[in-house]
């Protein structure tokens, strides 16, 4: 795919969506945090419906930590993997509170120093709380990227950096909500919804559904 067609992909994304975002209910940084730690193998709206519940008790380190491990479980029981999660948090929690004056860093090397927080996780916190170009690749992204051949790779880190060396500039700090919303919603893993793909023409997907 050349750069006059990328170029062409992402103008499109604009202009229907001009001010893209995460899915995920918050209103800190620390409250995304959780939401993307809790989001792992899980869908937002899931994560949503536990957390409408859980912030109005607890959404600082400090309190979520006076819940305790036991305390936090009952608000992400409905979440999966929940058990591991909660114990993260905790965990996080604790170092947030001892180690960055209870803020969430907006450095790669602390984030990924975080218990349940690994480079998918960083990269979200760091594009959509702070604004820097990361490209968090998680299956959607990686699925979109491959079919529509705008940045194919064999796995997550080599897709994410074609796509942060391919995507024009003027696009990089959206480029992840654009991604993730069009693997979501039209170019899903079975059925692809081609037929009503804004950049069906653009796409080099060889194997299109039209109909």
């Known amino acids: 795919m050349n750069k006059q067609i990328r170029q062409a992909i992402f103008e499109r994304f604009r202009e229907q969506n001009p001010a893209p975002t995460t899915e995920l209910n918050y ?9 993307v730690i809790l989001s792992a193998q899980a869908t937002d709206k899931g994560v949503n419906k536990a957390t409408e519940k859980l912030f109005p008790a607890a959404n ?3 309190t979520i930590l006076s819940l305790g491990e036991k305390g936090l479980k009952s608000y992400i029981k409905t979440i999966g993997l929940f058990n591991s999660k909660a114990s993260n948090i905790i ?6 509170i001892k180690n960055h004056d209870s803020q969430v860093p907006d450095d790669r090397a602390a ?3 975080l218990p349940g927080v690994g480079r998918k996780t960083a990269n979200v916190i760091l594009n959509t709380v702070f604004r820097q170009p990361t490209m968090a690749v998680d299956t959607h992204i990686f699925r979109v990227a491959n079919r529509t051949k705008i ?3 064999k796995n997550v880190l080599e897709v994410e950096k074609r796509l942060l060396r391919n995507i024009p500039k003027a696009f990089l700090l959206d480029a992840h909500h654009w991604l993730i919303l ?6 899903i893993a079975r059925s692809p919804r081609c037929g ?3 950049i069906e023409d653009l796409c080099e997907f060889r194997d299109k559904k039209l109909d």
């Open 27 to 35: 209103r800190s940084p620390f409250e995304l945090l959780i939401a």
């Open 60 to 62: 600082t380190p400090e």
């Open 91 to 96: 965990k996080t929690c604790e170092q947030l």
């Open 111 to 113: 984030l990924e120093a």
């Open 151 to 153: 940045a194919p790779g």
């Open 182 to 187: 069009h693997g979501r919603y039209t170019c």
């Open 196 to 198: 009503s793909c804004i």
